[in-house]
């Protein structure tokens, strides 16, 4: 899921860096490292994952929609 955010992030015009880390693949706890060039990094963080999050729920009742 880091790996999208960060994926996402880099897309945007206002991002100058975006990556993220994981200590340990199996019980680490990825980071998320976020430069902006002006707007809140915090801000675009939540607004990336509340659109990533909206398409999960699209895709979801997609799914759902063909499976009836």
């Known amino acids: 899921l880091a790996?999208?955010?960060?994926?996402?992030l880099t897309k945007d015009s206002d991002v100058e860096f975006a990556a993220f880390k994981k200590?340990?693949?199996i019980i680490g706890v990825p980071k998320i490292?976020?430069?902006?060039k002006k707007?809140?990094?915090?801000?675009?963080?939540?607004?990336?994952?509340s659109q990533i999050k909206e398409e999960v729920s699209d895709f979801?009742?997609?799914i759902q929609s063909i499976s009836k």
Do not use: F, G, M
């Open 33 to 36: 490292y976020l430069k902006t």
């Open 39 to 49: 707007n809140s990094p915090v801000k675009l963080l939540l607004e990336t994952i």
């Open 23 to 25: 200590e340990h693949p």
């Open 60 to 62: 979801k009742k997609q």
């Open 3 to 8: 790996q999208l955010i960060a994926e996402r």
